[in-house]
């Protein structure tokens, strides 16, 4: 993914949690067009926003279980930096993250066609993962995702 596409998925993701109005998508290009961002770029994060909200399927029940451990297979390590790897295996070992919506994760970014997927491409796919999951009952985990402050999840 174009690292300007990133970013504009950041900036949208940003308008949402802070509960900006969504009714006029118009609205919010002509902001991006107005930062210096092309229409082509912000057609493409909406795109890439919208197949990753719909494809994605509901988040069944948690169980109360200990976590499992999962060990990425050579396609994933060659996908996920070591950075992302070790982030999405933290957030699962602390309970953050389940696994299926880690699974949805780490497939997302295996069909990406651009290399390796940085933290950062992760972070956001997390987020939007999130999103689309479990829309209002992880506000809390975005915002501490988002601005690295994982450590206020547990306080």
């Not at 308008?15 to 991006?32: G, Q, W």
Request: glycine share 4%; hydrophobic share 40%.
């Amino acid at each position: 993914m174009n690292e300007r596409v990133l970013i504009i998925v950041g900036i949208i993701a940003q308008y949402f949690m802070n509960e900006h109005d969504f009714s006029n998508e118009r609205e919010i290009v002509e902001e991006l067009l107005g930062a210096g961002f092309e229409e082509k770029e912000i057609n493409e994060a909406f795109t890439w926003m919208e197949t990753i909200t719909l494809s994605t399927s509901p988040v069944l029940l948690k169980q109360l279980r200990p976590p499992q451990l999962r060990v990425f297979s050579p396609l994933e390590q060659k996908k996920l930096s070591i950075e992302a790897q070790g982030f999405l295996t933290g957030l699962r070992m602390k309970g953050i993250l389940p696994s299926d919506i880690e699974e949805e994760i780490i497939i997302r970014a295996c069909q990406d066609d651009e290399g390796q997927n940085s933290l950062e491409e992760i972070k956001s796919i997390t987020i939007l993962s999130l999103f689309a999951s479990i829309q209002h009952d992880h506000f809390r985990e975005i915002d501490c995702i988002f601005e690295d402050k994982l450590d206020k999840l547990y306080h």
